[in-house]
């Protein structure tokens, strides 16, 4: 019979992957600290850093487009 899928708190997939991105430290360290698997902590890691860019991006202010100047 196959093994149970364990399932991770959105919270705990944030906090994994900082532990990677803020320390400095490698994913298999980080993934044999927590018992997960260093594949599941590299797309979490990989997700992470998106969102942080996404999330920098957005505070960057409006955009302006062609249509948005006044003649």
Known sequence: MGATRRKFTLEFKTEAAHRVIDSGRNVAEVAKE??????????????????????????????????????
């Open 34 to 71: 927590l018992s997960i698997s260093q594949e599941a902590l590299y797309r979490w890691v990989k997700d992470e850093r998106i969102r942080l860019e996404a999330e920098s991006g957005v505070n960057e202010g409006p955009l302006s487009g062609k249509g948005d100047e006044s003649s």
